[in-house]
């Protein structure tokens, strides 16, 4: 069955640092795959999405993410976070022509 | 600026009642989706609509039925709220060409208290 990993619940990072998240899928095709970001009592805002091409995708707010075929790996990335990026952030695939599995989200704390 | 609009951002309502949950989007997308959030347990789907009329079960249904009168517009009805249907409800739409690979916009949320 097609399913979607965040291995974290919750991450911290000091302000200024780097980051990843994590995001693993498990699907038998190519997948479209999709980072949101959801801020605390709020909707959930696209990132950014790979469906073919460049296995780097650019997003809105300075964020990346790397598909990796051989590792069924979408990991999102940001060289600096900023305080303004604490939020929950979900990996989702894209399983049909409407559906998607969600991860279970990765809370981002920032240390100041 | 394209969005999809749910009527309410806060909802009380007492045990047994009616309650209806409105969703209006203008970007003329063919799906639109129910899930409810809550903590720990992440989204989960509860009845999506991919044309005007036509609805399907997720994977929470029980407890809630839906409308979509026209293409615009999902609603998600509580037909007896109970306090276990106390959650953060979000709708979202996407079109349907392209095969999904366009993802979904989300409204800002519903979130509704049960008491």
């Known amino acids: 069955a097609q399913s979607v990993t965040q291995p974290d619940i919750h991450i911290t990072v000091s302000e200024g640092a780097s980051l990843e998240l994590r995001c693993n899928y498990s699907?038998?095709?190519?997948?479209?795959l999709f980072w949101y970001v959801q801020s605390p009592g709020q909707g959930l805002q696209l990132l950014l999405k790979?469906?073919?091409?460049d296995t780097l995708v650019q997003g809105i707010k300075g964020f990346e993410a790397e598909f990796k075929r051989s590792q069924s790996s979408f990991n999102l990335r940001k060289p600096s976070v900023h305080w303004s990026d604490a939020a929950e952030y979900f990996c989702?695939?894209?399983?049909?022509?409407?559906?998607?599995?969600w991860g279970a989200g990765t809370k981002l704390i920032i240390k100041p | 600026d394209v969005k999809v609009t749910q009527s309410s951002r806060y909802l009380v309502k007492r045990t047994g009642e009616k309650v209806f949950l409105e969703c209006v989007q203008d970007?003329?997308?063919?799906?639109m989706f129910w899930y409810r959030q809550d903590p720990g347990l992440g989204l989960r789907l509860i009845y999506f609509?991919?044309?005007?009329?036509?609805?399907e079960k997720g994977d929470i249904p029980e407890g809630y039925s839906v409308s979509r009168e026209k293409k615009e517009r999902f609603s998600l009805i509580l037909e007896s709220a109970s306090t276990n249907q106390t959650s953060m409800y979000l709708c979202?739409?996407?079109?349907?060409?392209?095969?999904?690979?366009?993802?979904?916009?989300f409204g800002s949320g519903t979130r509704l208290t049960v008491v």
């Open positions: 699907y038998g095709a190519t997948p479209y």
């Open positions: 790979y469906f073919s091409g």
């Open positions: 970007m003329d997308h063919e799906n």
């Open positions: 989702a695939v894209s399983v049909n022509n409407y559906q998607l599995i």
């Open positions: 609509s991919y044309d005007v009329k036509m609805k």
């Open positions: 979202a739409s996407s079109p349907s060409t392209g095969g999904n690979r366009y993802g979904y916009t």
